[in-house]
């Protein structure tokens, strides 16, 4: 493997390494170089990597990675932040609509300088499930409430939960949500793949988002506070647990950018 540029970026403290891979100059099938890459210590460092690369049905198309190197399904967050480095290679201008394809399928963007708002797949159902409820935002999500956020171990009751036989094998992503009033709640998850809490998580702040309105009611456009900052999210109620139109908005924000000159090669084994 040659020398590849790399970029940073991060939403709301959940960071990516993306990599320009319209010419396939990156093996995407190296699960073991992903996870190095995205390992704290012995690589760059973060949440998830993603590959920039051409679609013959949008602008350019998203494929996703946890930490662990493998594949996975759509990251909200990292959609926003895609988008902002398809602007950065000219790919995408301000204030322009822009359509580009994921995993769960074609998705529309607009930049607004830091701000990037994001179309999400349309939600088809909220099943209550032991205490909690179970919905796909592109991603699957368990959200459960709690009068006690910070006090909350994440850790240790998401990875419970993560690994609890109500999701199957692929797991789900556990979401603890406080309601503060109509419009408002804050969050924290533990993420599948990351295997630990994550200092934001977009596809799980609309599910509780969705959760809150759908247990609560209230406006149309709600405030969700994570740990790395403030995100927003609105929608279009379509019948009960149902619903089309949802955009995530928040900043996508450049950290740096850097060359991956074969360190897999030059590290030890972990």
């Known amino acids: 493997m040659s020398s590849i540029r790399f970029s940073k970026y991060h939403g709301t ?69 895609l988008v902002a480095f398809a602007r950065q290679l000219g790919l995408v201008k301000d204030g322009e609509l822009v359509e580009f394809e994921a995993i769960d399928g074609l998705h529309h963007a607009v930049c607004m300088g830091d701000i990037i708002s994001l179309k999400m797949v349309d939600v088809k159902g909220i099943e209550e499930l032991d205490g909690g409820f179970y919905l796909d935002t592109g991603s699957p999500h368990f959200v459960r409430y709690v009068d006690d956020l ?22 789900a992503n556990i979401n603890f949500v406080r309601y503060n009033k109509a419009g408002h709640i804050s969050l924290r998850t533990y993420e599948r793949g990351v295997e630990d809490e994550t200092w934001s998580c977009g596809t799980g702040t609309v599910a509780s ?7 609560f009611g209230g406006p149309l456009i709600w405030d969700a506070d994570v740990k790395g900052g403030k995100l927003k999210v609105s929608f279009t109620p379509a019948g009960r647990g149902l619903f089309t139109d949802i955009r995530l908005d928040g900043p996508a924000k450049f950290v740096f950018e850097g060359t991956l000159d074969n360190f897999l090669k030059q590290q030890d084994g972990i």
């Open 209 to 215: 988002v969705l959760t809150s309105y759908y247990r």
């Open 13 to 81: 403290g959940n960071d990516f390494v993306i990599v320009d891979n319209r010419n396939r100059v990156f093996d995407s099938d190296n699960n073991d170089f992903v996870m190095h890459i995205c390992h704290r210590r012995f690589g760059v460092g973060a949440d998830g990597f993603m590959l920039l690369e051409s679609s013959d049905k949008g602008a350019f198309a998203m494929r996703y990675y946890n930490s662990d190197g493998r594949e996975s399904t759509m990251c909200g967050n990292g959609g926003r932040c």
């Open 150 to 171: 910070q006090g909350t171990d994440v850790y240790k009751e998401g990875s419970k939960l993560r690994y609890s036989n109500m999701f199957g094998d692929g797991g």
